[in-house]
């Protein structure tokens, strides 16, 4: 079974730009999580994705959204650019049971690099 | 407002012998934990959980252990292995919300 894909591996941009980053679930997980790693503040939650509607929000600025397709796959992306956005941003899914409990399987990670 | 701790930034081991790694929590409405390995520049692996209703899990080498009085779980991994040499975070849930909440991480070492 094929894990959490993450693409792109690593992406370098400008300020004031905005970039699309994309997540390929586990086959049959309708749940996607997004979180974003950085030395200052550890792993921290973004948003999450079941059935193409946003269910939880972490608190981050407007400039960070998300969607989720039909499919399951989520991109997120990032508007204008902030050097403080650079930083490790994980996908997770999780195949939720009814009881509502699911471990996250996270991906390989896109390394987004501010400059 | 750090609602998931792990106190010990870092931890050395001897190879075989017991590791202990701990994590305190303070919202009382968490009722799920995990633990999660993490290689650098690669994303976590999940190594084990626990619901709130039980108070110990095991899973091969790994045993999660919950205080739910004291706020307090732990990871032991007996014997440690070079292998088992990574951050650790732990991280905690709300039934239904699959918004976790991580610890800062602890780094492990295992010395041969």
């Known amino acids: 079974k094929a894990g959490v894909t993450q693409t792109p591996r690593y992406l370098i941009k400008t300020r004031g730009q905005q970039v699309t980053l994309s997540c390929s679930p586990i086959?049959?997980?309708?749940?996607v999580s997004w979180y974003q790693q950085t030395p200052g503040q550890g792993l921290q939650f973004l948003f999450e994705?079941?059935?193409?509607?946003?269910?939880n929000k972490g608190n981050f600025p407007g400039r960070f959204s998300g969607r989720q397709f039909s499919n399951s796959r989520s991109e997120m992306n990032v508007s204008t650019l902030e050097l403080g956005d650079s930083a490790l941003y994980l996908c997770?899914?999780?195949?939720?049971?009814?009881?509502?409990?699911?471990?996250?399987?996270f991906g390989q990670g896109t390394r987004l690099t501010v400059v | 407002d750090q609602q998931v701790k792990q106190n010990s930034p870092s931890l050395s081991v001897q190879e075989g012998r017991i590791s202990i790694l701990n994590c305190d929590y303070t919202?009382?409405?968490?009722?799920?934990f995990l633990w999660y390995k993490k290689y650098p520049a690669e994303g976590p692996t999940f190594l084990i959980s626990i619901s709130s209703i039980k108070d110990k899990n095991e899973d091969g080498r790994f045993t999660v252990f919950l205080n739910k009085s004291a706020k307090h779980l732990s990871l032991h991994i007996v014997p440690s292995q070079p292998g088992d040499s990574a951050v650790y975070f732990c991280a905690a849930n709300i039934q239904g919300a699959q918004k976790l909440v991580f610890g800062q991480g602890t780094r492990l070492t295992i010395n041969p």
């Open positions: 997770a899914s999780s195949l939720v049971s009814a009881g509502g409990i699911a471990e996250a399987f």
């Open positions: 919202n009382s409405m968490f009722d799920y």
């Open positions: 086959s049959g997980h309708r749940s």
């Open positions: 994705y079941f059935s193409e509607t946003q269910r």
